[in-house]
């Protein structure tokens, strides 16, 4: 048996995955077959250990994705946060300037999982946690809108463009 032979293929969860929506996965082929240890739950944030640090909360549609080394899983006790509350929290900029102070690495700012769990979370009750949540959701949600209108009018202008220089 050739041990370069591929077993698996899956998905991967890649930085362009934080936030993005309809992104499609990386496809990484392995030549083992991976226990479920390495793949993403619901209900799960990754974090990112290096630089730009960033968290994502795992929903349905990102459960089952293998995890790059490159992240760390967080699970969230759940009688006391919302895991998408802690995602939320762990990307803000207090917690981005924390790190910071901690970070190691000269080239590539990294951090890790004992930095990570030292940072204290803002215990909030439950329903103001639900509407931090729901005002970030519309946020990321405006986020892509602009995105898309960005590339729209890029597509009109370069149309636009097209016809000025045909009519030249």
Known sequence: MNKNEVKATYDMFTLKNVDALNEPFEQFQSNDVLSPQHFTEEGDILFRLNYPYSA?????SKKQLLIPSTFAVIKVQVDFFLPEYVAWYLNTTFVKK?????????????TNKGTLSAIPIEKLDLEKQRNIVQLYKLHLQEKQLLT??????????????NKVLQGI
Do not use: V
């Not at 924390?98 to 990294?110: H, N």
């Open 148 to 161: 898309s209108l960005i590339e729209e009018k890029e597509k009109l202008f370069q149309a636009q463009t």
């Open 98 to 110: 924390e790190l910071e102070k901690a970070q190691s690495g000269t080239k590539i700012p990294s």
């Open 56 to 60: 994502t909360y795992i929903d349905a």
